[in-house]
């Protein structure tokens, strides 16, 4: 199968963004597994009468969701955490540094 150039672009770009999507799935699988295991581990070693409503037994849960959330952000909202523009534009600076510094 030949393609042009912009087919080419354009089938390592979707490549790319399913690599980004798979990856934020692979991430909230494992988020929510280790949590559930945090869960019964904690449960597990509570007192009787005890409550399991402190804050210590959401600190991963709540820190861990902040950075999944924001991983979540940067795969479905692309501009909103360093988007494509912001690659482009550095990708371009950096080019242009280089250039002159070579030359």
Request: aromatic residues 16%.
């Amino acid at each position: 199968m030949d393609l042009n150039y912009e087919e080419q672009r354009r089938l390592a770009s979707a490549k790319k963004r399913v690599k980004k999507i798979k990856g934020f799935y692979s991430h909230a699988l494992v988020y929510v597994v280790i949590n559930l295991m945090i869960v019964v581990i904690n449960v597990q070693n509570l007192e009787p009468g005890e409550s399991y409503f402190q804050y210590e037994n959401f600190f991963t849960l709540f820190f861990w969701g902040i950075g999944l959330a924001v991983h979540g952000l940067s795969v479905f909202l692309p501009d909103f955490v360093l988007g494509q523009k912001w690659e482009e534009r550095k990708i371009k600076e950096i080019m242009d540094r280089d250039k002159k510094h070579w030359n």
